[in-house]
């Protein structure tokens, strides 16, 4: 049982590797809700096998899944950081065209 568990759950976490891969502008409500679900699943997952099961159960298991819960992580913050960037350019481009109408209005 406990394996099939540890299987669900590194299952889970590659697929949310993945689907982060994946992740793009055009994709990213469908994707990232796919990666939401996924997320939110293994949590449950997480909270039940704690109810139900003893930690030393998972102890050989835990260097794989931590392993693939920092990847996650690390890869949640890239993504956060080109998205920061983008939402950066935008802000710079808009302050430019800001400038730039004002300049318009005030040579009229």
Known sequence: MVNK????I???QIAVLKDMD???QDNFSKV????????QSLKEIREDIASR??????EIYEDDL???AKEIRKKYDNIIE??????????QRLSELLNLRKIYNYSR
């Open 53 to 58: 099961y003893d930690k030393s159960d998972f």
């Open 32 to 39: 990232f809700s796919r990666i939401l679900d996924r997320m």
């Open 10 to 12: 590194k299952e889970l």
């Open 66 to 68: 931590l392993y693939l």
């Open 82 to 91: 080109i998205y920061r960037q983008k939402i950066a350019e935008s802000e």
């Open 5 to 8: 568990v540890i299987e669900e």
């Open 22 to 24: 994946e992740l793009n």
